[in-house]
Each structure stands twice: as structure tokens, then as C-alpha cells.
């Protein structure tokens, strides 16, 4: 069973992004912060992170450079949801290791399509 992990600050995304990726026989480990969800990924090897962009502290940007470069998790693919919809945001999120980059509010069957892509 895949190991999803979801990096988000709001317990209601964390709570519809685990209905949706568990239902699809994923299973779900989540950090609340960036700076928890690079101890997360360290700690239990996830097969992809679900990444929020905005949240108190460390970014989802910040988090997704981090985890890229480091060689501990830099294998690990980056889905980034967020509620930002520029263009630039995209590309600065591909930029740094994201895989995906997909805007809320989330469709389902898109998230897990994206999720399975990025798993292999």
C-alpha cells in the first residue's frame, strides 16, 4: 500500500486529502507544518508528499527545496495543492522539485492520477 504523506496546516484540507487518497488504497501519514513534514518524510520514507504552499513558518516552497536537495528525500516526489493559481507560482514550485502542481479545491481523480504518476 502506497504511503501518501500530507504536508498541509488546515485540519479540514488534511481531513478531505485523506478521504480522497484513502479510499484509493493509499495509506496516509501527516505533518502539519514544513518544518514537521521534512522530519515526517525523513522519518517514515513516504512514496510521495501531498505539499500546501502557504502555512506559518517554513513554506511549501521552502519545504519542497529542502526535501529536494537533500539526499535522504530528494527521491521522494512532491505533489504541491495550494490555493495559489499564478503561473509564476506554478514555476517557482517546479523549480523547487515539485513534480505536480495542482490548484484547490482538488479534484479527486486528479489527485489520485497525479499521485499514482509520481509513484511510478
Known amino acids: 500500500m502506497p504511503k501518501i504523506l500530507i504536508v498541509d496546516d488546515s485540519p479540514t484540507e488534511v481531513y478531505l486529502l485523506q478521504n ?3 479510499k484509493h488504497g493509499f ?6 507544518s514544513g518544518e514537521e513534514g521534512i522530519q515526517q518524510a525523513i522519518e517514515t520514507r513516504p512514496d510521495a508528499i501531498i505539499m500546501d504552499i502557504v502555512m506559518p513558518g ?8 529542502r526535501l529536494s536537495k537533500d539526499a535522504q528525500t530528494a527521491n521522494i516526489p512532491v505533489v504541491i ?3 495559489k493559481d499564478q ?3 506554478r514555476i517557482w514550485g517546479l523549480r523547487q522539485g515539485a513534480v ?3 490548484m ?3 479534484k479527486e481523480q486528479e ?3 497525479k499521485l499514482r504518476a509520481a509513484i511510478g
Open 58 to 65: 517554513m513554506s511549501g516552497f521552502q519545504a519542497t527545496r
Open 100 to 102: 505536480d502542481y495542482i
Open 20 to 22: 480522497m487518497v484513502e
Open 111 to 113: 489527485l489520485v492520477d
Open 27 to 32: 495509506e496516509t501519514v501527516v505533518a502539519n
Open 87 to 89: 503561473e509564476t507560482d
Open 81 to 83: 495543492v495550494t490555493t
Open 104 to 106: 484547490k479545491p482538488v
